[in-house]
C-alpha cells in the first residue's frame, strides 16, 4: 500500500489519478487550492478513508505529515482560457510549486512525477513530435506563461535528478479528454459539445485547418501507472496519435450529438499551434502502452458526461 501526493487532485486528470490511487488500495492525499480544480470531482470518493484533501496552493510552502512514497504534480491551469486569465499563477505553480513538491520528493524519499505537457513543443515544426525535439516556442507571447513554466518545470526535474539523485518521471501529455472537464474550460471538446448539446453555433477559430489528437482519459492513467513502474527519468508522450483538424473535429461532434448546431469561424488566437500529433514509440517500447479507447468511444462517454452536467 503506497501513499501518494497528488498536486491538482481535484483537476480533471488529477481526480481520476486519484480515484485510481484509491482503487487499489493505495493512500491518497488531493491537494488543491480550487483555482480551476472542484471538490465536486472527488465528491464520489471523498469519504474513502484512504482519501484526504488538503486545501492548499503548492506555490507555496508545502508540509505534510506522515511518509510518502510518491508526489504527483498535476496543479496548473491547462486551458489556454485559464492561464491567459492567471499568467502569474501559472508561471508560479510551473516554477515555484514544482520546486516545492520537488523539495517535499526529496525530504520523503518519494518518487516524483511532473506533470508536462505538449505545449513544451509550442507551435512545432515537426510532426509528430517526438521527445528528443526541443520544440519552438515564443517565450514572451501570451502562452508563454504555460509553455515556459512547463519548459522551467522538466529543467528542474532533471536537475534534482541529476544532482539529488532524485527518482523523478516527466509525463508529456498530448490532449486529454473525458468526464469531470470543466464545461466553460474554454478548450475545445467542452465548448464544442457542450454548444452542440444546445444546438448553439460551433466555435472554430481560425480556419479550423490546425490539427490535434485527442487521447481519452482512462488511456492516459494507464499510461500514468505504467510509467510509475519504469525506472526511466527522461521525459515519456502520452497521447493518441489520431490526429485530425479542429474542423474535422467540429463535424465529428455534431455527428455524434446528432446536432442542428451550425459552424461559425473566429479569429485564431496568437500563437495557437498549427499542428500537434504525438510520436508514442517510446512509451509503446518501454511501457508497452497504446491508446485503447477510439476517440468516437471515448467522445460518446465524455458527451453523456455533458448530458448530465447540462440536465441538472
Ligand atoms: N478551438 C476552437 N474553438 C474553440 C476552442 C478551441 O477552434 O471554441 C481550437 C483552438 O484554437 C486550438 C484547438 O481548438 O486550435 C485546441 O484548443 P484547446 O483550447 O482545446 O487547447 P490547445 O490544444 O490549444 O492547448
Redesign the pocket.
Known sequence: MARVLITGGAGFIGSHLCESFLKRGDHVICMDNGSTGSRENVAAFSSNPHFRFMDHNVSNYVEVDGPLDMVLHFASPA??VDYLEMPIQTLKVGSLGTHNALGLAKDKGAVFLLASTS?VYGDPLVKPQREDYWGNVNPIGPRGVYDEAKRFAEAMTMAYHRSHKLNTRIVRIF?TYGPRMRMKD????P??ITQALKNEPI????K?E?T?SFGYIDDLVRGLHRLLEVEHHLPVNLGNPHEMT?LEFAKKIIALTGSKSEIVYQP??QD??QV?QPDITKARQLLGWEPQIHVDEGLKRTIEFFKERLAR
Open positions: 486551458s489556454p505545449e490532449n474554454g478548450r475545445v471538446v465548448n464544442f466555435t472554430v477559430y481560425g479550423g490546425q490535434r479542429v485564431l488566437p495557437d499551434p500537434r
